[in-house]
């Protein structure tokens, strides 16, 4: 899977009626993802997941093209579907980000993707949800960084 994305922000308006310029979360993200996916039953798979992203801040000024970066990302997991019961994926793996800015160089680490749903009646649904990705902190900051966004619910 191949996709290309252009995100561009608005000024917002501020309490005080002055406008807040967001320029510097501009960007543009291009990624391509090949999964391979192996049924060991109908209702249960395995999978293998590898990924490569290049995320461009085009704006030239201030800080934030320090943020442009391409990242490799690989995910074992598996999916399970119980009809009426279960359901959900669960991945872990690895990710690499390099930043040409020797400020930040390379950030790496596991990374976590998962989302299991419980069906315990036909009225009530219980879902989980845990992530662990590298993402880029541009607004608000003087110095913009990547951070470990961990995420549960």
């Known amino acids: 899977m191949a996709d290309h994305a252009e995100f561009r922000f608005s000024p917002v308006p501020l309490l005080d009626g002055t406008l807040r310029d967001q320029q510097n979360r501009n960007r543009e993200v291009s990624r391509l993802t090949a999964q391979f996916e192996y049924a060991r039953t109908p209702s249960a798979s395995l999978f293998v997941q590898a990924g490569y992203t290049d995320i461009i801040f085009p704006r030239r000024h201030g800080s934030a093209s320090r943020l442009n970066s391409k990242a490799v990302c690989t995910l074992v997991g598996a999916n399970v579907d119980l009809a009426g019961r279960a359901r959900g994926t ?8 390099d930043y040409p800015s020797s400020l930040l160089g390379r950030v790496q680490g596991i990374v976590i993707e998962g989302r299991v749903e419980l069906f315990p009646s036909e009225r009530l649904t219980i879902t989980t949800n845990a992530q662990r990705t590298i993402e880029d902190s541009t607004s608000g900051n003087l110095d913009p960084r990547p951070f470990w966004d961990n995420r549960a619910s």
């Open 90 to 97: 669960v991945g872990f793996g690895y990710s690499i980000r």
